[in-house]
């Protein structure tokens, strides 16, 4: 992270980037350099290296987010061919949990850079856009993870969630209006009361295995 002169500032720079403590910077920094094999990017193949995301129903999204370059607030669209320290931090500070001395304005804008990075997963081609089938995987691959619900719960949840969503898009739509797609507006409201904090975390902090949605 730099010569050891500068080490302190550069960390505690990264520290107010992106919230975390000085503490978590350097657990994840050694990390990094588990999943880059000590090299100072990490490419998609560096993932492979972390067992846990194996069996994960969404490895793919998981990993294809980390070089989302509107996820690394680089560009509207399009994939980095590798990611540095610092854009690894970027990518885990969406994961970081609610901090309890937050105002409302703090947590709203928490809560919708978390849920952005989750519409982000889905709307793979970049145009703004999911579509129901598309909401409706999201839910039921975000509970499948839930070892106290059985996939057939989850698949009727994950239904649900679609009819729900279908009613929202279509009754707030102008007579004359085509049905294009679920927008992130729309995203915001089908979230809207749920606690997404549960539902988007990671385990890195305490340097076991790659993050996780469920």
Not at 57 to 85: H, M, T, Y
């Amino acid at each position: 992270m730099g010569s050891s002169h500068s080490m302190p500032e550069e960390i505690q720079e990264l520290a107010d980037k992106t919230g975390f403590t000085l503490e978590q910077i350097e657990h994840l920094h050694r990390r990094f350099r588990q999943i880059s094999g000590d090299q100072p990017t990490i490419r998609k193949e560096s993932f492979d290296r972390i067992p846990d995301l194996e069996f994960n129903p969404i490895r793919s999204k998981i990993v294809r987010a980390f070089f989302d370059k509107r996820n690394l607030r680089q560009a509207p669209s399009g994939l980095a061919d590798e990611i540095n320290f610092e854009d690894f931090l970027t990518i885990m500070s969406y994961f970081r949990p609610i901090e309890m001395n937050m105002d409302e304005e703090q947590l709203d804008h928490f809560r919708k850079e978390k849920l952005k990075f989750l519409f982000h997963m889905y709307d793979s081609d970049n145009d703004g856009k999911i579509t129901l089938l598309e909401y409706r995987k999201v839910v039921e691959e975000l509970l499948s993870r839930n070892p106290h619900l059985e996939k057939e719960s989850a698949r009727s949840i994950a239904d649900g969630a679609m009819m729900e969503a279908a009613s929202i898009c279509v009754g707030q739509m102008e007579p004359d209006q085509v049905y294009e797609g679920i927008t992130f507006e729309d995203f915001l409201k089908m979230w809207q009361g749920i606690d997404i904090n549960t539902k988007m975390h990671v385990r890195f902090l305490n340097m076991e295995p790659i993050a996780h949605c469920h």
